[in-house]
């Protein structure tokens, strides 16, 4: 019987439901490798492509695997830390660029269309930003609760892969404040200039990150606590999205930092919760290559992108697309009758 994880009433309730999250299929797995290994090639001469052929096959639970629909998921939030002057557009912009989006107008609009991608739009109040987490949680259990199942309700169960992405001025100082929390060390090891911060700028992040970190202390060993305290209704979106692909089985191409520090809210869950999960990039914000070590995630590309809009993770669909198409065009040396090694 397949275990509905949302609508959760309660925390606790949603980590009972965790328990059930699938596995990888081993055997798929196996099959898929023992492909690579007898196609026209020297073994392991495309690299990580062979692995990713492999990884797809695990999740997908086939031996040859395909992507026949790809669905790129954005989610936009507001935020009310921004009342501590950490960013340097007006909040305005967050609701301009979904508009953008809807009407194709920006990057990730022709990054889905290059890669094959089919781009959906979530924006989740964004006349109501959450609250400053410098002065007080910036959401209850609550709320949470609701944005993490309208992230898990905006995936089509049809896709084969999802790539995640987000919107929202001030997120990139949430998602600071969500490593520093969940990781340790201090503001400035995760602080990033983000859309463009100043020296002035940064002095604010800084500040605030480590106001809200002194605040809720507490809740540093309660990840879904730590989420409550300073994320926005994106973060807990994207935590919904990858939760309800897992049980869908559906792969998971991760985008940037803020993307990136969203999901680490679900690793200290426990069942291996981002197992599914490809990094698509690291981005030039310097806390994201720190923060996709300390989640064990190698990323796929290195292109020094720091846009967001999930970006990143659609120049790596074609990647994973690539892997595919040799992973199952390709001859074997019996079919090609050419002699193997």
Not at 110 to 123: H, I, P, T
Not at 301 to 307: T, V
């Amino acid at each position: 019987m397949t275990v509905s994880l949302f609508p959760a009433a309660s925390f606790a309730e949603l980590r009972t439901h965790l328990v059930a999250l699938p596995a990888f299929d081993d055997d798929a797995a196996r099959a898929a490798r023992a492909r690579q290994d007898n196609l026209t090639k020297p073994p392991g001469s495309l690299g990580r492509l062979e692995d990713v052929a492999v990884f797809m096959a695990g999740w997908r639970g086939t031996a040859r695997p395909r992507i026949g629909k790809a669905q790129a998921l954005v989610f936009a939030g507001n935020h009310g830390v921004c009342a501590q002057g950490v960013n340097p557009y007006p909040q305005d912009v967050t609701a301009q660029m979904v508009a953008n989006f809807q009407h194709g107008g920006a990057a990730i609009n022709q990054l889905c269309r290059a890669s094959g991608a089919e781009l959906s739009v979530v924006a989740l109040e964004l006349e109501r930003p959450t609250r400053d987490f410098t002065q007080e949680p910036a959401m209850s259990e609550a709320e949470v609760l609701e944005a993490m199942a309208q992230g898990a309700a905006a995936l089509d169960r049809q896709a084969d892969i999802l790539l995640l992405g987000e919107m929202g001025i001030g997120n990139s100082t949430v998602a600071a404040a969500l490593a520093t929390a969940l990781f340790g060390g201090v503001a400035t090891d995760w602080a990033g200039p983000g859309t463009g911060a100043d020296i002035a700028g940064m002095n604010r992040k800084v500040a605030a990150i480590a106001a809200g970190v002194a605040r809720h202390a507490e809740k540093k060993r309660d990840p879904l606590a730590v989420l409550a305290a300073f994320g926005g209704r994106e973060q807990a979106a994207i935590c919904g999205a990858i939760l309800a692909a897992r049980m869908a089985r559906i792969p998971v191409l991760l985008d940037g930092f803020i993307c990136t520090a969203a999901a680490a809210v679900l690793a200290p869950l426990g069942m291996d919760a981002l197992a599914h999960c490809l990094a698509g990039h690291v981005s030039a914000e310097p806390g994201h290559r720190r923060l996709l070590a300390a989640l064990g995630k190698t990323p796929l590309l290195a292109l020094e992108m720091r846009l967001g809009e999930g970006s990143g993770a659609a120049v790596a669909l074609s990647v994973v697309r690539a892997a595919l198409e040799a992973h199952d065009g390709m001859a074997t040396f019996a079919e090609a009758g050419v002699s193997g090694a």
